[in-house]
Nanobody, 116 residues
């Protein structure tokens, strides 16, 4: 079992910044990649950014150059630094852990609201 706890969401004006955190606990040795997804009302959940255990990253085109994903292995925590936020970034953001030989783990979600 892997347990993920997100924090850092909130309300911010367009152009502002937020940093999301996701702390993992439990069978963390089974995790080979972690990522952030988001889901806006009426939309499907979409990948925002991901990082592998080796440090490789990938981003959705819509956030490239604005968002940065990073990880602190000592703290078992993944971060999403979000800069130059836009109203269209408004969504519930979910932390995801991709596991070897097991189902993905998901956090409870944290709401990010960007006002215009």
């Amino acid at each position: 079992q892997v347990h993920l706890v997100e924090s850092g969401g909130g309300l911010v004006q367009a152009g502002g910044s937020l940093r999301l955190s996701c702390a993992a606990s439990g069978r963390i040795f089974s995790i080979n990649a972690m990522g952030w997804y988001r889901q806006a009302p009426g939309n499907q959940r979409e990948l925002v950014a991901a990082i592998t255990s080796g440090g490789s990253t990938n981003y959705a085109d819509s956030v490239k150059g604005r968002f940065t994903i990073s990880r602190d292995n000592a703290k078992n925590t993944v971060y999403l630094q979000m800069n130059s936020l836009k109203p269209e970034d408004t969504a519930v953001y979910y932390c995801n852990a991709r596991r070897v030989g097991a189902l993905d783990a998901w956090g409870q979600g944290t709401l990010v609201t960007v006002s215009s």
